[in-house]
């Protein structure tokens, strides 16, 4: 089995992983400012965490959650870093989904670096517009790139909100 904490170590903090982003720099940036993150989605005593994202940069979904939990633990004493997919299969295998591995995967874990959650790669209502278009994909009605444009417009309208909920909730049942 992987040790977490080591690939947490080895990862890149967020802020360079920004740097990493080129063109979609500028919607991160947008979906920070625009998330709408309320005073009590967290509680107070929130424990010290660290959140290792697997991901890669050009990956939409994260473009969109990413910033979003950025902004929701803005203030806290949570470190963020990133682990490029493609350059850890070995840590990417541990956390497949479906038997893909569909990104990004956010592990939180505590300050001993044992996993205590795992959130990705999309809200349930993100996966639901998803869902929603699949069909038409499959019988070649649809272009995959059609679909994203969708997700992102759902992200966008959005605001973060559903990300908050889903995340917050999942991760009150851990704390």
């Known amino acids: ?38 005073a009590d989605a967290l509680p107070e005593n929130l424990p010290p965490l660290r959140i290792l994202i697997i991901t890669e940069p050009w990956c939409g979904d994260s473009t969109a959650i990413v910033p979003v939990l950025q902004k929701l633990f803005e203030g806290r004493d949570v470190v963020m870093r990133v682990a490029f997919r493609d350059e850890n299969p ?31 790669p999309r809200p349930q209502k993100a996966q639901a517009v998803f869902e929603q278009y699949k069909p038409l994909f499959e019988e070649g009605k649809m272009e995959r790139k059609e679909i994203s444009k969708k997700i992102r417009a759902f992200y966008s309208k959005d605001r ?16």
């Open 1 to 38: 089995m992987i040790n977490l904490k080591q690939e947490f170590e080895k990862a890149v903090p967020i802020e360079v992983y920004k740097t990493y982003l080129g063109e979609q720099r500028a919607l991160h940036d947008l979906h920070y400012k625009r998330a709408e993150i309320s």
């Open 160 to 175: 973060g909100r559903a990300i908050v909920e889903e995340f917050t909730t999942k991760l009150a049942s851990v704390l």
């Open 90 to 120: 070995e840590l990417m295998d541990q956390f497949l989904t479906n038997g893909g591995r569909s990104i990004p995967v956010i592990l939180i874990l505590d300050e001993q670096g044992r996993l205590r959650m795992r959130f990705g």
